[in-house]
Every structure is written in structure tokens, then in C-alpha cells.
């Protein structure tokens, strides 16, 4: 008996911190549709006339960042004034880069959009906050238009594959995805690579089953479940910009941007996997990203 609550209790704790996250989520849209019927508010999601209730929201995330996580947030001096594309490791759930966002609001008052899956505006009772918090499709006019407006775009070329069948070696799975890169270059806007250190610490996909990735595949839903929550010591890095070049071909960008997904060495011209390699320790390891919330040399 002893035995069994005991395994009862830990697949609960590994599995109540995403829904609770998810249950904050819903929450939020909750209390965005009460905002608006209160004030009668019919302006564009976009406009500034949200940004009180944006900057309610970002403190509610920020303050469950410093708690649970540690969160800390480096490099933001690396963000261009202008527009640019933030290109970002995309782990299991994304929470760490919700935390970048509430972050970046408070402190720069900047809102930045986010490319999100096709699946995300399937999602039921989320409308709203979607558009409050400007996540957009990833659409060639869509973000061009956004960068035109002057804000900074954020997409994780893994998408929705990388958080599913990436694991705790960090491993980048963009595949063929230039879009972004072709872009920036469209839009004459620099790229910014981002990564958060120990985000596959935090929350985990089980190992890859072949049944899962073919179900993934030809449905593009994700039907594997996290797990995790630990409140292991979140840090994302913000890296230098990859500035606009007109005389760099799109398979050039690319390549500066994610070339060598498996050296994990210093040498590497690689932005985003360079930022993995200075910052993770690589396999991941639960243990030493809990330490690290007590690692007072690092802040």
C-alpha cells in the first residue's frame, strides 16, 4: 500500500505542474474576456490601450518565474531598438520562453510576437489572449508585416517536432526550415539567437516511440503528454545579433544560424547551438539544475 501511494503521489507531482500551467493559462484568457466586457474594450489586441492588463499579466508570470525557477534573463542589451527575429531552442513546454515575454514587457515595455503552431489557434477559449499577447501564424506576409511595424518576431524553426522528439542532449531538429532566414532577409532585419539553459530539466517528453513521431507526422498534433515541473534554475541567454547582410544567400543565413547540430564545442559558428554549448551541461542532468538554484556565483 505504502508502495503503491508512493507511485500514485510521484505520477501526480510529475504530472500537476504542466496542468497547472495550463490551468493558469485558461485562467488568464478568463480574466482578459472579464477586462474587456468591463471596459467595453473593442480596440485592436495589439494597441496600447491593453497594456495595463498586459503588465497585470506579465507580473502574474513574473513572479511565478522567480519562484518556481529561479528565472533569470541575460543579454537583453543584445535586442535591437528596431525589429529583428529572435530564433529560439523550443523546449518541451515552452514556459521559459512565457517567462522571456512577461520579462521583456516589464522591463523594456516592449511586446514581441510569436510564431506559433497551426495547432495553438485550434486550441478552444484562448482567442484572446492569443491576440492580446500577439502570437501570429507563421506566415511569410504575416511577419513581415509585424517586422514592418517595428516589432521583434520571435520562431523556433523546431517548432512543435523539437519540444516533442528533442531530449535532454539538446538537440536541434530544424530540418530543412529556412523561412525564417529568407525572411530577415526580405525584411533587412538582424537575427537574434535564444536560448534557456536546463529547459529539458524542467519539463520532459517520454522517449521517442516510433508509433508517436508517425502519429505526429501525418497528424501534426502533439499527442505525447510532458511531464516534469521540477523547479529546476531557469536562465535564458540572449546572444549576439546576426546583423542584416545583403550580400548572405538565405542557405548562408541558415547556416551561420544552426550549422554543426552536433558539435558541442566553442569552435562552432553556430549562434543557437553555441549558446547551448556555453551555457548546458550536456547530457542534461536533473540533480545539477536543482543545485543551481543555489549556485550564487552565477547571478
Known amino acids: 500500500v505504502i508502495i503503491g501511494s508512493l507511485a500514485i503521489s510521484a505520477i501526480l507531482v510529475f ?6 500551467i495550463v490551468f493558469f493559462i485558461y485562467l488568464t484568457n478568463i480574466l482578459l474576456l472579464i477586462y474587456q466586457r468591463n471596459n467595453e474594450l473593442k480596440a485592436d489586441p495589439l494597441s496600447d490601450v491593453w497594456n495595463s492588463v498586459r503588465k497585470s499579466i506579465a507580473r ?15 543579454g537583453v542589451e543584445n535586442l535591437p531598438e528596431g525589429p529583428g527575429i529572435l530564433v529560439y531552442y523550443h523546449g518541451a513546454i515552452p514556459i521559459d520562453y512565457l517567462y522571456f515575454l512577461s520579462r521583456l514587457f516589464l522591463w523594456k515595455k516592449r511586446l514581441c510576437l510569436s510564431v506559433a503552431d497551426h495547432f495553438v489557434f485550434r486550441l478552444p477559449g484562448l482567442k484572446l489572449l492569443l491576440e492580446v499577447t500577439g502570437v501570429i501564424p507563421g506566415t511569410r506576409e504575416e511577419c513581415l508585416v509585424a517586422l514592418k511595424n517595428g516589432y521583434l518576431v520571435s520562431i523556433s524553426p523546431g517548432g512543435v517536432r523539437e ?43 517520454f522517449k521517442e516511440r516510433r508509433f ?7 497528424t501534426r498534433l502533439p499527442f505525447t503528454p510532458p511531464y516534469g515541473g521540477l523547479p529546476v534554475k531557469f536562465r535564458t541567454y540572449i546572444g549576439k545579433p546576426i546583423p542584416y547582410d545583403p550580400n548572405i544567400t538565405t542557405e548562408e543565413l541558415v547556416e551561420k544560424v544552426c550549422k554543426g547540430k552536433f558539435l558541442f564545442s566553442f569552435q562552432t559558428k553556430t549562434a543557437v547551438q553555441a549558446l547551448i554549448s556555453k551555457h548546458q551541461t550536456i547530457p542534461g542532468n536533473i540533480w545539477k539544475a536543482l543545485l543551481e538554484r543555489f549556485d550564487k556565483r552565477r547571478k
Not at 187 to 192: D, L, N, Q, T, Y
Not at 212 to 218: A, G, I, M, T, V
Open 15 to 20: 504530472f500537476i505542474v504542466p496542468l497547472t
Open 60 to 74: 502574474f508570470w513574473d513572479i511565478y518565474a522567480r519562484i518556481w525557477h529561479g528565472y533569470e534573463l541575460h
Open 163 to 205: 519540444a516533442l522528439f528533442s531530449d535532454e542532449s539538446y538537440q536541434l531538429m530544424w530540418g530543412n526550415r529556412k523561412g525564417f532566414a529568407q525572411v530577415a532577409l526580405e525584411a533587412k532585419v538582424p537575427i537574434i539567437p535564444m536560448y534557456t539553459q536546463n529547459v529539458r530539466e524542467g519539463y520532459r517528453m
Open 212 to 218: 508517436f513521431r508517425q502519429l505526429y507526422e501525418s
